[in-house]
């Protein structure tokens, strides 16, 4: 299969799309607690994201991933981050991270994904989280202050424990 010079090769590595977006209003992100029976994040914290759809880029991505998901458009929203998520397995997943701007924090919907919800940045170490969260909201946070974008590689050891890789961009 050939598109003017893309070549498919099925053997070889390739990624799903996705995005994670932290919100930001004063002190406070926005986090989503995962609902139950979402898997083994069931109960745990993360950010607001997923899969980017056929034809989109991962901004609008994005942008329509917070309305689905909060009900908010953000003020601002910058990309921070891009990080590969190696599944030890074929696929495996890129994931587009940013960070959005909230000028009015607004209504938020509990919907299937699970339940949107504002936390004092200073609390964060004091929640049900998913593994990375700790790691990769500081990484975001520098990103967006120094106006870069930060790359990363997720890897899983033989136990199954999450390996994280930073590189400047």
């Given at each position: 299969?050939?598109?003017s010079?893309?070549?498919?090769?099925?053997?070889?590595?390739?990624l799903?799309?996705?995005?994670?977006?932290?919100?930001l209003?004063?002190d406070?992100i926005?986090?989503?607690?995962v609902?139950?029976?979402?898997?083994?994040?069931?109960?745990l914290?993360?950010?607001?994201?997923?899969?980017i759809?056929r034809?989109?880029?991962?901004?609008?991505?994005?942008?329509?991933e917070i309305l689905?998901?909060?009900?908010?458009?953000?003020?601002?929203l910058?990309l921070?981050?891009i990080?590969?998520?190696d599944?030890?397995s074929n696929p495996?997943?890129?994931l587009?991270?940013f960070?959005?701007?909230?000028?009015?924090k607004?209504d938020?919907?509990?919907?299937?994904?699970?339940t949107?919800?504002w936390?004092?940045i200073s609390?964060?170490?004091?929640?049900p989280?998913?593994?990375?969260?700790l790691q990769?909201?500081?990484?975001?946070?520098e990103?967006?202050?120094?106006?870069?974008?930060?790359?990363a590689?997720?890897?899983?050891?033989?136990?199954?424990?999450?390996?994280i890789?930073f590189?400047?961009?």
């Amino acid at each position: 299969m050939s598109l003017s010079g893309q070549r498919y090769q099925p053997d070889r590595y390739s990624l799903i799309p996705r995005t994670l977006t932290f919100l930001l209003h004063e002190d406070e992100i926005l986090l989503m607690k995962v609902a139950k029976g979402r898997g083994t994040w069931s109960g745990l914290y993360n950010g607001v994201g997923g899969h980017i759809e056929r034809g989109e880029e991962p901004y609008t991505a994005a942008l329509r991933e917070i309305l689905e998901e909060t009900n908010i458009s953000p003020s601002a929203l910058t990309l921070c981050g891009i990080v590969q998520i190696d599944t030890n397995s074929n696929p495996g997943i890129g994931l587009y991270v940013f960070i959005g701007r909230v000028d009015h924090k607004g209504d938020l919907p509990k919907g299937p994904e699970g339940t949107p919800e504002w936390i004092k940045i200073s609390d964060l170490d004091t929640l049900p989280r998913v593994e990375d969260l700790l790691q990769i909201i500081p990484k975001t946070f520098e990103a967006e202050r120094s106006r870069s974008v930060f790359f990363a590689k997720y890897l899983y050891d033989s136990q199954d424990r999450l390996n994280i890789i930073f590189t400047a961009g």
